[in-house]
């Protein structure tokens, strides 16, 4: 008896060892994850958009537990809008991104986990947009709507690291406008969706991904 939980004492020392190996030095990883986005509108009722994001990174640790952690990723974001003046009683919008995320991290090397703040600025690309309306009109194509293909902002959070997992919960904000000015050829609906989201109003809300190491 006395054997045996010896050895299972060696073997969860072992475990913890190669853990404590594998926090700390670099790796590349996959993530997952739900995003939950709206944008700071008066004009309209607004409420949140769910979506979800997927992507790869790779973590840096550089010194006093400071970790770079680059990636990409595809991410959806977008809002909903209701009680709007006029025809159209509410709006929904959804905007697809390919991200560049570049995560700087500070966190407590505790043997078998690391938990870690984090700042991340990033920048994207739209490469797709949907925007409808009560009546079902849609407008699915980026240039028609005059989008702004270009995105950037910066996020900031918290995370925790348990063998090869990563959690991270981040809230984000978007800069700059959404829409350039309004294009004559567009629809109705395209028109009040660049109406709404005029004057520097964007994107922004809260994120939480889980990641896995390799």
């Known amino acids: 008896m006395k054997k045996i939980f010896a050895s299972l004492l060696a073997v969860l020392a072992l475990g913890l060892g190669m ?3 594998q926090i700390g030095t670099a790796r590349f990883g996959v993530d997952v994850g739900f995003t939950s986005s709206a944008a700071n509108i008066t004009d309209f009722k607004v409420s949140n958009v769910s979506g979800f ?24 974001k977008g809002a909903n809008l209701g009680t709007a003046t006029g025809d159209v009683k509410w709006l929904d919008t959804v905007v697809s991104y390919i991200e560049v995320p570049v995560q700087v991290q500070y966190g407590l090397d505790l043997m078998y986990l690391r938990p870690y703040a984090f700042a991340e600025p990033f920048i994207g690309i739209a490469v797709g947009t949907k925007s409808s309306t009560a009546a079902n009109n849609e407008v699915t194509d980026p240039g028609k709507a005059a989008l702004n293909r270009l995105e950037y902002g910066v996020g900031i959070g918290l995370g925790l690291e348990v063998w090869r997992f990563q959690l991270a919960f981040k809230y984000f904000w978007n800069f700059g406008n959404l829409y350039d000015s309004k294009s004559q050829s567009v629809s109705d609906v395209a028109g009040a969706v660049q109406t709404a989201y005029t004057e520097g109003k964007n994107f922004n809300g809260f994120s939480i991904t889980l990641g896995f190491f390799f």
Do not use: E, K, T
Not at 53 to 76: E, K, N, W
């Open 19 to 21: 853990q404590a190996q």
């Open 53 to 76: 994001h997927a992507g790869v990174y790779y973590q840096i640790p550089l010194v006093s537990g400071l970790s770079l952690q680059p990636g990409i990723q595809y991410q959806m």
